[in-house]
């Protein structure tokens, strides 16, 4: 393996990023969608795009559609639209993962669309990773910032993605198919470019179009699961206790009529870009090899059990590739600054020091990861080592969760910008010859 390690896991993260790409996911579905209006006799296509993912997706429409389409509402996270603005659909940027106040103005902006359409509309709704945040619209009582509170809290806490939308979507006039329910008696089609593991509709960006699986209840259990009663707003404790007796009306549940109708579809996840890594790497003549498409759990555990992968014998050969995906998480007990592939990479830098010839790339496919100017790190057996030479204790930064100061001190952080995509996180794991 000839090839200049840091550039090859650049090339193979490209190649991953490029095949769940918004344009060309959404553009091998326009025929089909073409074909529901024309055989269902519909009048009117109106887009309801939501995530950061939002643009691009409703671009390859207004692009392909133009004889159809009357308009639409695209929500999308600041720096997530091209300077190009579309002429039919108007697009918004608003705040992620903490929403704010512009997103909640387009969130009423696509709740007017949609309660205005009829039988003869289809409605088509365009969501992505980060569409929770970003199509916000909160439940009586509770305000934008108690909602804003409420997600940090869990965030630092370390909850998992469906955790703190089982939360959202009770917190929500719109998540947990409410949406749906609003658009009613228009068709609804979503296409969904899926950040979570396993692709659960009711998770991904809160699941607007789809039935919910879980309840108040469900809610109540995750805030005392992380004991988080007492710190919450009570707005939001009383709303989440409310609704368990009975006294706010449930999110929509399997077997409810007016959503019977919706067709959900997946167009893009994490496999197909771990795939085309593989696929990709396999061209360079690189041995490459899927270890897991539902890396899940702290970022520290999962750094170490990537690690013991070194160990075992059917990954001991070099000139390899090993790819992995998911969504770890990270409990914040300090005061530094970092996201779970900054994390993830730190504690893998500890646990491989002075190994020769392995390589890791941990990156968000969306470009961030939680800070807004690096989508991850890499990491080498030398990384930790190089650090303590400059001063720099490599332990003391992972556990005040300052991953990001640490590898913009040394130079290594992985800088992409938005990608305009999201399906979770991808670590690439290179073992070279020596």
């Known amino acids: 393996m000839e090839q200049d390690t840091p550039n090859l896991l650049r090339t193979l993260y490209a190649a991953a990023v490029e095949a769940v790409s918004p344009y060309g996911t959404v553009l091998g579905h326009?025929?089909?969608?073409?074909?529901i209006f024309r055989d269902g006799g519909f009048r009117k296509l109106y887009v309801a795009a939501i995530g950061k993912s939002a643009y691009g997706m409703a671009r390859v429409i207004e692009e392909t559609l133009p004889d159809i389409?009357?308009?639409?509402?695209?929500?999308?996270?600041y720096c997530h639209a091209d300077v190009r603005p579309l002429q039919k659909i108007k697009v918004v940027e608003a705040a992620h993962p903490k929403p704010d106040e512009r997103g909640q103005e387009a969130t009423r902006q696509l709740l007017s669309l949609a309660r205005g359409l009829d039988e003869q509309t289809l409605l088509l709704c365009l969501i992505s990773g980060g569409g929770s945040a970003l199509f916000v619209c909160p439940a009586g009582g509770v305000s934008l910032r108690d909602k804003q509170t409420t997600t940090d809290l869990l965030l630092r806490a370390g909850a998992n993605i469906a955790e703190l939308n089982a939360v959202r979507k009770h917190l929500s006039l719109v998540k947990?198919?409410?949406?749906?329910?609003?658009?009613?008696?228009?068709?609804?089609?979503?296409?969904?470019?899926?950040?979570?593991?396993?692709?659960?509709?009711?998770?991904i960006a809160s699941g607007p179009t789809t039935v919910d699986t879980t309840t108040f209840a469900d809610a109540l259990d995750v805030i005392t699961r992380y004991d988080l009663t007492h710190q919450l707003p009570s707005s939001v404790v009383n709303h989440l206790l409310e609704g368990q007796a009975g006294l706010h009306q449930e999110t929509p549940k399997d077997g409810d009529a007016i959503l019977k109708g919706v067709e959900n579809i997946i167009i893009a996840n994490s496999p197909r870009a771990l795939n085309a890594a593989r696929s990709r790497a396999a061209l360079m003549g690189i041995n490459a090899r899927i270890l897991t498409d539902s890396l899940t759990g702290e970022a520290r555990t999962a750094a170490k059990?990537?690690?013991?992968?070194?160990r075992q014998p059917r990954h001991s050969t070099r000139d390899m590739c090993l790819i992995s995906g998911g969504e770890t998480t990270v409990t914040v007990k300090g005061s530094g600054i970092g996201g779970r592939n900054m994390e993830l990479a730190l504690a893998f830098a500890i646990e491989i020091e002075g190994l020769d010839g392995v390589t890791l790339l941990s990156a968000g496919t969306d470009g961030t990861d939680c800070v807004d100017d690096a989508a991850g790190a890499i990491v080498n057996g030398y990384t930790t080592i190089r650090a303590r030479k400059m001063g720099l204790d490599p332990i003391?930064?992972?556990?005040?969760?300052d991953s990001y100061n640490f590898f913009k001190h040394l130079g290594d952080l992985f800088v992409t910008g938005p990608t305009q995509t999201n399906v979770m996180d991808i670590q690439l794991m290179v073992v070279t010859s020596p």
């Open 176 to 203: 947990g198919g409410q949406f749906a329910r609003m658009a009613h008696p228009a068709r609804v089609v979503s296409f969904i470019i899926s950040d979570c593991v396993g692709d659960p509709l009711d998770v």
């Open 30 to 35: 326009v025929d089909y969608l073409r074909c």
């Open 305 to 310: 059990w990537l690690a013991s992968q070194l």
């Open 396 to 401: 003391k930064y992972l556990n005040n969760n």
């Open 69 to 77: 389409l009357k308009g639409g509402v695209a929500i999308t996270k």
